[in-house]
């Protein structure tokens, strides 16, 4: 016997089932067809607005900068000004997402962009979220071209392009938008929830921000 | 017009469950208990039947001896309007731990449901029940007040005893940190992981003095035993006594593991 | 690790002499307790969605082989492997086979327990491959040679200075004036070399919070970022879970993640959840270009159905572990086992069998904090109860507990008895307490009289002096 049907075999002999066993079936086709939510905190049940201020003020208690710009025009000067602040080279890495090809860059002359994967030779690494969950100030990013995974974690600081549009007020809002856009039960390779920089409490269980991931994390909202 | 109501109209027949550690080693609580009773309105009867709750065995695992003892519990008490313990931990064995001994056997199930219903820890049954604000006493004293495990998590005995000690004339509650963590007992546990209970304790006493409190009160005398034995060690001065001693009154005996003043 | 529960005796009272140990404890009742306790306050919904999440793993234990077919479905069409292993040698051998075959010579891990539970790196080390823990705590207590204590804090029981001086040992490119005196400083030093580590390793090995069945879906929740780094620069990435990890939908994911960093570290969320659904795509400029799922049953199948049932909800936040007194007193390597604490003293058991660990579900006050805390009501004390019971039925409990608990039964079952037994005992007692009302020592009463005095009795029993003020009453004409 496989160690599939061993398992399975096990399982279904403890809980005694047997038989065509309709019921369960249908039990948990139903749980999957539907994907019932369940307690959902009135916390961010507000007005977009509402929820835009709530995204930000959480983001910011969990260790997060953010910054708001009024035209992703103005995404290159924030990105630029957010270096110089912090006396890093002009030097970004940043993936092909679209919505930040026209970002200002060509304002910026001295930004030097360099394009896919990180290699872990990054200071900074630019991506667009999908969205944002204003419950726990959390951003989700999807894995891609667009936004390669490792731009999330390699550089030290981590510079998050959010549009205002795209934060809603909890997480299943963020699981309808995925299944508009990638289908029912389809995911990306990597869904990544990001909820401030990068932290440790291993050692006297005292918090130190920047452990393996970014240090830093900035996040900038776009009306 | 509720039953319960019905109940509180006639004078309501309580049956003492005195438990084994009241009735071994401090029987002055018992006294207590009954005065209390009595002051709020109850007839009280103390059945001879009763040893202990049987705690000790089931926490053993002891499954079978556990439930002849509570079978000779239910058939002592069933006929009160009300059981009631002066011990959280008791109250807790007859009221959520006896329906559950009976598993498989209906009769005795629903018999052992009925009775537990019917079951509680006395200072929670005076506030909550009997709906006693204030029983009259008065004593010049600044004590603390520990959370027992069982009375606290199992039965929400929290601020029952708080709101009837603030009504005790001259009465001053310092709390003290983590009053509602463990004491250590446990039970046979303190005897078992002796070493364990012991560091467990320590703390405790620790935070008994830092609470500037010249008295500890709660509401289980195995509790008050372990922390009493660990303070008269230590040479520590704080008197220790059951909740209900004050609450009645009675503080004429000596305190637990003390020779008095 | 060499299963020693049957030790726990001996190593609490060691641990308790321990004075860097104890020192380190402190850390764990400071820390965590009121961060988790700010987290529950701050959220009003959180005692609903215990209710909630209680509700959604029971559910899906008694759906458990149908959701796990669908789980399998639907890793295989995102393009990943199932392997399932039913018992912690299996999953090693699955675990080198897919290594080997990616001839790798080292992997990275990601904080795992689960691995801890199969042993897995000393078994790919004695196959030639060597595993590096990433997660700080991890990398410190595998240089040290030790195993977690804590199910999410593995080096809770090491000062700053403890992990210091094994960088110092290791670390051999240190230089002397480096201060190494803060835990920023160590942090640094440990980032800086396990970022080579990452990529040069061939395979990265993490556990999983959770397994959605619904997408084919492998979450992990860390605050690092190390989990990450290993699973997205391997080549493979090898996800190692038990059985029970398995959910429903993303609805019941996000349900269960809000009680679960709040429980653990009082945090709203972690820094970082990931969900991780088969390999590298077409597209794709990063990620692994396997993707492996091993499924471990462990004992865990023979669990279902029985008593133990509600332990598979557990989702090993630690809460019950952060407010326990005893293991606040001795620290989680007492206990002689991979899952210390109260959650240790239920699953081990079942794991390992009661012969061996009995001691574990005995060391409780049946204080019932852990059971308060817990995000998924596991009812903790009732279960260590349960394995009592066990032992007490297949007289697996030491003599004298079991012969003094029978005399107790024999004389509280007879209560005559009982009454005359107690009349001559108590006033005997009462007299050795004399004028100070307490012993100092009693024979057969060491365990108490040891740490602590013995408050005599008053005398008489309540129900003698009860009798007699009843009689007087009667005889004055009441």
């Known amino acids: 016997m496989s160690g599939r049907d061993t398992v399975l075999g096990k399982i279904r002999a403890s809980m005694r089932v047997s038989g065509p066993d309709a019921e ?44 708001r710009v009024n035209d992703y025009r103005e995404v290159a000067a924030e990105v630029s000004a957010y270096l110089r602040a912090h006396n890093l080279p002009a030097e970004i890495r940043i993936g092909a997402d679209p919505r930040l090809k026209d970002a200002g860059w060509d304002l910026e002359k001295n930004l030097e962009l360099r394009h896919g994967a990180s290699d872990g030779g990054d200071l900074a690494g630019v991506s667009h979220a999908m969205a944002g969950i204003a419950e726990t100030g959390t951003l989700a990013l999807l894995s891609g071209p667009d936004n390669p995974t490792t731009i999330n974690f390699l550089p030290e600081h981590h510079i998050v392009v959010l549009r205002e549009s795209d934060i809603k007020g909890d997480m299943e809002s963020v699981w309808a938008m995925l299944r508009e856009q990638k289908g029912k039960g389809v995911m990306p390779r990597a869904l990544n929830l990001v909820t401030g920089p990068s932290r440790s409490g291993d050692i006297e269980q005292t918090i130190i921000l920047g452990a393996h991931g970014p240090r830093a994390l900035h996040i900038v909202v776009v009306a | 017009m509720t039953s319960s109501e019905t109940r509180v109209a006639r004078q309501p027949r309580v049956g003492l469950f005195a438990t084994c550690l009241v009735d071994l080693f401090r029987p002055s609580v018992g006294f207590a208990s009954v005065k209390l009773l009595q002051d709020a309105g109850c007839e009280v009867h103390v059945p001879v039947a009763q040893t202990c709750c049987g705690q000790p065995t089931y926490n053993t695992g002891d499954r079978a001896d556990t439930r002849e003892i509570a079978e000779q519990v239910i058939e002592a008490f069933e006929g009160f309007d009300f059981i009631v313990a002066p011990s959280g931990s008791c109250a807790a064995m007859l009221k959520k731990h006896y329906p559950g001994l009976f598993k498989g056997n209906a009769d005795w199930e629903d018999r052992a449901q009925r009775f537990s219903d019917k079951c509680h820890e006395l200072v929670s049954f005076l506030a909550d029940v009997m709906m006693v604000r204030d029983t009259g006493a008065a004593l010049s004293a600044r004590v603390t007040y520990h959370d027992s495990c069982s009375g606290l998590r199992e039965l929400g005995v929290q601020q029952q005893p708080r709101k009837l000690l603030a009504n005790v004339g001259g009465l001053e509650l310092h709390e003290m940190k983590d009053s509602d963590v463990c004491c250590g007992f446990g039970g046979t546990f303190c005897v078992k992981y002796s070493d364990i209970s012991n560091a467990i304790v320590t703390k405790k006493v620790g935070n008994i003095d830092a609470s500037g409190a010249d008295m500890l009160l709660a509401g289980d005398v195995g509790c008050l035993m372990n922390m009493a034995g660990k303070l008269k060690r230590l040479g520590s001065d704080v008197e220790v006594r059951h909740v209900a001693e004050v609450l009645a009154g009675m503080t004429d005996q000596p305190p637990i593991a003390g020779s008095g003043k | 690790m060499q299963l020693a529960a049957k030790h726990f005796k001996a190593s609490a009272s060691k641990a308790l002499l321990d004075a860097q140990l104890q020192k380190a404890l402190g850390n764990v009742e400071k820390g965590f307790i009121g961060k988790r306790q700010k987290a529950a306050d701050a959220l009003p919904e959180f005692d609903a969605l215990r209710d909630n999440a209680r509700d959604i793993k029971n559910h899906v234990l008694a759906h458990l082989d149908l959701y796990l077919e669908e789980y399998e479905r639907n890793v295989v069409a995102a393009g990943g492997h199932v392997h399932w292993a039913e018992t912690a040698e299996d999953a090693r051998r699955i675990v080198l086979d897919i290594c080997q075959k990616a001839n790798a010579r080292t992997v990275t891990k990601g904080k795992s327990m689960i691995t801890e539970e199969i042993a897995l790196n000393d078994h790919l080390t004695a196959n030639g491959i060597e595993p590096v823990e990433t997660d700080l705590g991890e990398y410190i207590i595998q240089l040290r040679g030790e195993y977690p204590s804590h199910i999410i804090a593995p080096a809770v029981h090491l000062n700053k200075d403890q992990v210091e001086g094994d960088f110092r040992r290791v670390h051999t490119h240190l230089p002397e004036g480096r201060d190494l005196s803060e835990p920023v400083a160590l942090l640094s030093e440990a980032r800086e070399v396990l970022r080579k580590r990452y990529f040069a390793a061939d395979v990265g090995i993490t556990g999983a919070n959770f397994l959605i069945a619904e997408t084919g879906t492998s979450v992990i929740v860390t605050n690092e970022g190390n989990g990450d780094l290993t699973q997205t620069l391997g080549k493979v990435h090898v996800v190692v879970a038990s059985i029970e990890k398995i959910v429903p939908t993303l609805e019941d994911t996000a349900q269960i993640l809000r ?51 509600d332990m598979l909800r557990c989702i090993r936040c630690g809460a019950c572990m952060n407010h326990c007194p005893v293991y606040h007193a001795v620290g989680g390597h007492a206990y002689g086992s991979v899952y210390p604490g109260p959650m240790g003293a239920v699953l081990t058991p079942s794991l390992n069998g009661i012969e061996e660990t009995g001691q574990l579900p005995n060391a409780s006050t049946f204080c019932g904090r852990c059971e308060a805390v817990c995000p998924m009501r596991i009812p903790l004390p009732k279960m260590m109860r349960h394995w009592r019971e066990r032992e007490f039925e297949r007289n697996l409990t030491p003599l004298t507990s079991r012969y003094g608990i029978r005399a107790w039964a024999f004389f509280a079952k007879r209560p005559r008895l009982y009454r005359l037994a107690v009349s001559f005992g108590m006033p005997v007692l009462s007299l050795l307490g004399g004028k100070s009302r307490r012993l100092h020592s009693l024979p057969f009463a060491g365990g108490w009289t040891r740490h602590r005095d013995l408050p005599a009795p008053e005398g008489r029993t309540f129900l003698q002096e009860w009798a007699q003020r009843e009689a007087l009453k009667q005889g004055s004409g009441h």
Do not use: W
């Open chain 1, 24 to 67: 369960r079936k249908a039990a948990v086709a139903s749980r999957l067809r539907d994907t019932p939510t369940g307690v959902i905190p009135a916390r961010a049940d507000l007005p977009a607005a509402g929820q835009q201020e709530l995204f930000c003020a959480m983001a910011a208690q969990f260790g997060a900068s953010v910054a």
């Open chain 3, 259 to 309: 009680v679960l960093a709040r429980s653990a570290t009082g945090q709203d969320m972690s820094v970082y959840t990931t969900f991780s659904t088969g390999p590298k795509r077409p597209d794709d400029p990063d990620g692994p270009g396997e993707y492996h799922v091993v499924l471990l049953d462990n004992g865990r199948s023979a669990m279902l159905g029985t008593e133990y049932q």
